[in-house]
């Protein structure tokens, strides 16, 4: 059984930091991400890295956030610094599984808010 079990989010100030963990268990797992939905608004990519290391941003977030993996514990972290309130969402955890290429999974989510 998949198990996807993110922590980290919170309240923080504009200019701040934060930092995500999502682990990941029951499978081999390609590629992890994190996508974002805020309210009213459409789920979006905002990092992923694929078992071997390559990392994709979206470009609201290049330069500010980072996404790592730790592959001997399945856990996939996205350190966020220099938020903005535009970054306030609910973030999602997604794993790829390493031998169904078409079959994702998904963490139930953390809030992240960005205010003063």
């Known amino acids: 059984q998949v198990q996807l079990v993110e922590s980290g989010g919170g309240l923080v100030q504009p200019g701040g930091s934060l930092r995500l963990s999502c682990a990941a268990a029951?499978?081999?797992?390609?590629?992890l991400g994190w996508y974002r939905q805020a309210p009213g608004k459409e789920r979006e990519l905002v990092a992923v890295i694929t078992s071997a290391g390559s990392t994709n941003y979206a470009d609201s977030v290049k330069g500010r956030f980072t996404i790592s993996r730790d592959n001997a514990n399945n856990t996939v972290y996205l350190q966020m610094n220099s938020l903005k309130p535009e970054d306030t969402a609910v973030y999602y955890c997604?794993?790829?599984?390493?031998?169904?290429?078409?079959?994702?999974?998904w963490g139930q989510g953390t809030q992240v808010t960005v205010s003063s």
């Open positions: 029951g499978r081999r797992f390609n590629a």
């Open positions: 997604n794993a790829q599984l390493f031998y169904s290429p078409t079959t994702y999974y």
